[in-house]
């Protein structure tokens, strides 16, 4: 199977190219060439830049499927389209699970869940945009491409190479032992999906050929489990210790409001039936922590410095 993936080389599209090489498929990598220059070296790219529009790179060939993990707004994926109008077959757009209305859901709820009304115009993308602007790119795919349309939709995605630190924070944190401040309570729930999981689901639905929306996501836990696991990855001991949340740098990883807990149970029977793996947590976590000792754990984005936890945890009752 020929497949091409737009954005390949950081950390969902990354586990894609992955899988799909495993799967024996004939991959060829669309990036700007900016990050992983030094991986796949076997892999052919065609080089180009999404936010100038600027696809020239694909005016040839042709693919059994693509896998596009690059497209944030409508203006990504409508020149994408357009280049590769009519020399492609599948489409699979990997949107989120932000695409849902925030209100009135229940756990479990399914890909039959109502959206957010689309947005076409954002210019930066916020919390308050990166929904809607997905909900727009899904629109778009599904009126050019129909039942030739697959849409995945992960929950927050975890596991090594993660460039977003969420998960990646607690796992070093909890490595060190000792009093964790908790900006949140311990019951909140947490929902990840494993980066190598969302990569096997991927290229089982575009092997398939399955149409429709899939919720990529894994088990739910509670965000104190969840330390509770990477301690014992870590061989350390922990006390969790809940804070209030507004000395916290926002976003916190893994952190939510208790208005949008509701959002940490997204239903995945679909994307399991479809053949979608679900690797342990405590696996994520130990591999994880090996993926960032190895790579000589650099400071982090987000998450509490190590003065601010010292802060929190002093005025904590």
Request: net charge neutral; charged share 25%; glycine share 10%.
């Amino acid at each position: 199977m020929r497949i091409l993936v737009l954005g390949g080389t950081s950390f969902v599209g990354r586990g894609i190219v992955a899988a799909a090489l495993d799967s024996g498929a004939d991959v060829t990598l669309f990036t700007r060439g900016r990050t992983g220059t030094d991986l796949f070296p076997t892999v052919p790219r065609r080089v180009g830049d999404r936010d100038t529009g600027d696809y020239t790179a694909l005016r040839d060939g042709e693919w059994d499927a693509v896998a596009d993990v690059s497209g944030y707004l409508p203006r990504h994926v409508g020149p994408a389209m357009d280049a590769l109008d009519g020399r492609i077959g599948r489409y699979l757009f990997v949107s989120s699970h932000a695409v849902y209305v925030r209100d009135g859901v229940g756990p479990g709820a399914d890909e039959n869940t109502p959206r957010r009304p689309p947005v076409r115009d954002a210019d930066v993308l916020t919390e308050d945009t990166y929904g809607p602007a997905k909900v727009a790119c899904e629109d778009d795919v599904l009126a050019r491409y129909g039942d030739r349309a697959t849409i995945v939709r992960p929950v927050k995605v975890a596991g090594p190479h993660d460039n977003q630190d969420g998960l990646t924070y607690w796992v070093r944190r909890a490595a060190r032992g000792g009093r964790v401040a908790l900006p949140t309570r311990p019951e909140q729930p947490v929902q990840l999906v494993d980066v190598r999981d969302l990569g096997t689901l991927v290229v089982r639905l575009l092997a398939d050929g399955r149409a429709g929306a899939y919720n990529a996501a894994g088990p739910v836990t509670t965000i104190g489990d969840l330390i509770g696991v990477c301690a014992a990855a870590a061989g350390t001991r922990v006390e969790v210790v809940p804070v209030a949340p507004e000395p916290a740098p926002k976003p916190f990883p893994l952190v939510k409001a208790e208005a949008m807990w509701h959002s940490q149970h997204r239903g995945a029977s679909r994307a399991r039936a479809a053949g979608m793996p679900v690797t342990p947590l405590a696996e994520t976590v130990a591999d994880t922590l090996a993926w960032d000792r190895a790579r000589g754990t650099p400071p982090l984005r987000r998450g509490f410095t190590d003065d601010q936890e010292r802060q929190a945890l002093a005025t904590a009752s």
